[in-house]
């Protein structure tokens, strides 16, 4: 049974509600907790959850499940703190901030990354109008992607020598949307600013000063004139093209081939006391990253007017299916395939790779957020206190044993790191088992023991 209340979607289990007493998948596993309240935030990249209600993956583990939209991450956050939330969809920096003490201290752990890709960068009409000198065509006059921030940084040089600062959107200070387009700006030679104790505006020493915007609001914001671009999940990127006010510049496909996205984020305390929870909600999400990719995509049709419902994303079916689908407008008019943009469980998209949690901790170090050097046994440590890849498996692991998943679909052996990878837009090789080199290699940023002290980098 499922029911729609004011915009809050519950699942009623069969087990919860009595009527299949003897239903096989739901007596998998004794539940410590079977009445949930997972929240999201009204992005095409929530869609595990809402598949895995409206498919019946949760009732088919014996979860009653309220799946509850979010007004904004910090809310979010601090809701599963409480314990108001039980779980929920996360940008993946949230976790690892939280378990370090950047802004709310809280051990957040996450068994389940939720994708890969699916974020843009969008620019106003304005300032598209002034890159486009600046980016290269083909024969046909096309243009060429990816489109380097190199194109805007003549824009960025004009608008500060008019005297008017360069403002961007982002969703939140340790969002990925932030670090992708801080990692685009600075390939660029544009400093995107830094955070330090005691500014935690991130825009010291900024050529662009990047704020927070939450993500339905970035076409409106866009459109007033309060910032001239954002980085956003979709389809609030479609959503400028639809609406005629911006151009979506570049992907974080293009940024970082085959990025972690978001993912679905627990208390520690929770998974502690709720082992088995955890583990009925690691399987149903897992069968639903499945049920997204699986036959080539053949199901996103039927996803996009899913996440269309307002008690989802809420947006025009339309707007959802042009990244969706496997394609992606940058100007009006100017489709192209791009198959991987949303990326849900192919690629080993689902496994929370050690490596992933290394990234984002090295960025934040890069630009304050994680003020003093710390040694690379320190990242290792903390992404391994957040990721739960064993927690994972065993939930992979049952879903072989009852012939939903396929054995070779799961990185069984692996260590929790990626292969070192080029795959960014500059071609700066990242290594995760060696974060303190990468974070030296990168031009822009804090390297070695410099901090933030005052407006200045000092140390060295």
Same mark, same amino acid.
């Given at each position: ?162 005297? $008017?600062? *360069?403002? @961007?959107?982002?969703? /939140?200070?340790?969002?990925?949307? =932030?670090?992708? #387009?801080?990692?685009?700006? +600075? ?74 996205? $978001?993912? *679905?984020? @627990?208390?520690?305390? /929770?998974?502690?006391?709720?082992? =088995?929870?955890? #583990?009925?909600?690691?399987? +149903? ?176």
């Amino acid at each position: 049974m499922k029911v729609v209340r004011n915009g809050v979607v519950s699942i009623c289990s069969a087990l919860a509600i009595g009527a299949f007493a003897t239903h096989a998948a739901a007596e998998t596993l004794d539940l410590e907790k079977d009445e949930l309240k997972l929240g999201f935030i009204k992005l095409t990249d929530m869609a595990p959850l809402a598949i895995a209600y409206e498919k019946g993956f949760f009732e088919d583990e014996g979860l009653y499940v309220t799946l509850e939209p979010q007004a904004n991450w910090k809310v979010l956050l601090d809701r599963v703190i409480t314990g108001e939330l039980d779980g929920a969809h996360m940008l993946a920096g949230q976790p690892l901030a939280a378990t370090i003490g950047y802004g709310t201290k809280a051990h957040i752990v996450t068994p389940f990354s939720m994708d890969l890709n699916g974020n843009g960068i969008t620019v106003s009409n304005a300032v598209w109008d002034m890159m486009k000198a600046n980016v290269a065509t083909d024969a046909d006059g096309k243009i060429v992607h990816p489109i380097k921030a190199d194109a805007l940084k003549p824009v960025v040089e004009k608008f500060r020598a008019d005297g $008017k600062p *360069f403002n @961007l959107g982002m969703v /939140f200070p340790v969002s990925t949307h =932030n670090y992708e #387009l801080r990692y685009w700006l +600075a390939s660029g030679n544009i400093n995107p600013g830094f955070y330090s104790p005691a500014d935690v505006s991130g825009q010291i020493k900024g050529d662009a000063l990047l704020s927070v915007t939450p993500p339905p609001q970035m076409p409106a914001t866009l459109e007033a004139g309060t910032i001239v671009g954002y980085s956003v999940g979709e389809p609030w990127n479609q959503a400028a093209v639809f609406k005629g006010i911006g151009v979506p510049v570049v992907t974080d496909y293009e940024i970082w081939k085959n990025n972690p996205e $978001k993912v *679905f984020g @627990l208390t520690q305390e /929770f998974v502690d006391q709720n082992p =088995n929870t955890t #583990l009925a909600l690691t399987k +149903a999400l897992i069968r639903a990253a499945m049920w997204l990719d699986e036959n080539n995509n053949a199901n996103r049709a039927e996803a996009v007017e899913i996440l269309s419902r307002k008690e989802y994303v809420g947006a025009d079916a339309k707007v959802i299916a042009n990244s969706m689908t496997g394609t992606f407008e940058y100007e009006k008019g100017d489709k192209r395939d791009v198959p991987d943009f949303n990326v849900f469980f192919r690629y080993n998209a689902t496994f929370p790779f050690y490596s992933d949690a290394v990234w984002y901790l090295t960025q934040m170090r890069r630009w304050g957020q994680i003020p003093e050097f710390k040694d690379d046994a320190w990242y290792a440590e903390t992404a391994k206190s957040v990721y739960k890849p064993d927690i994972y498996l065993k939930a992979a692991k049952m879903l072989v044993e009852e012939g939903k998943a396929k054995d070779a679909d799961f990185p069984w052996n692996s260590d929790g790191y990626k292969a070192p990878t080029a795959d960014f837009i500059d071609a700066i090789n990242y290594d995760g088992k060696s974060p303190n080199a990468y974070i030296d290699s990168l031009k822009i940023g804090l390297k070695g023991h410099q901090k933030i002290e005052g407006a200045e980098v000092v140390g060295g």
